[in-house]
């Protein structure tokens, strides 16, 4: 009998763990251009503008600072969904220069929205007074939430590994 034992626990985990994969398995899995991001995009959207609004009421603009904000804002996205360039059947046919060449083109018109964004912050900074500068530092001092902590921990674990 108890030879058998550790051959039930085995099966017993084994059978559970199909159990628990099969749905995974039995699921169609889309690999469409979205499939891994859902909504993000509008996800992402609803979060500048909750940022946009608590700021804006953090900073209490005045009437002539406004045409700056809103050429901030609207520098600031929302950021165009992601599309690919060509069909892939296409951008399959390019040599790789050509591909290379498409490349360099999107990371250029990413960096001209880029540009013009830092425009309209460098605009809008100036036109604050010392306390809204302060506020708007402090809005944007920490990392941002995407990076769930990492920093912090890398930070925590720097000082625990410095002498003392």
């Not at 017993?12 to 199909?18: D, F, M, P, V, Y």
């Amino acid at each position: 009998m108890t030879r058998y034992r550790p051959l039930f626990s085995a099966m017993l985990l084994a059978s559970s763990l199909a159990g628990f994969a099969a749905p995974a398995a039995a699921a169609p899995y889309d690999c469409g251009p979205n499939a891994q991001r859902g909504d993000f995009f509008e996800h992402r959207g609803e979060q500048m503008e909750a940022h946009h609004r608590k700021l804006l009421a953090a900073l209490k603009l005045s009437p002539d600072q406004d045409a700056a904000w809103k050429k901030l804002v609207a520098s600031e996205g929302p950021m165009p969904m992601e599309r690919p360039a060509m069909a892939p059947q296409d951008w399959a046919r390019l040599t790789t220069p050509e591909r290379s060449d498409k490349m360099l083109e999107r990371m250029k018109e990413h960096l001209a929205r880029r540009v013009d964004h830092g425009v309209a912050l460098k605009e809008f900074y100036s036109l604050l007074r010392p306390e809204q500068k302060q506020t708007f530092d402090d809005f944007h001092a920490a990392p941002a939430p995407r990076m769930h902590g990492k920093h912090d921990r890398r930070q925590s674990d720097l000082r625990r590994a410095a002498p003392r």
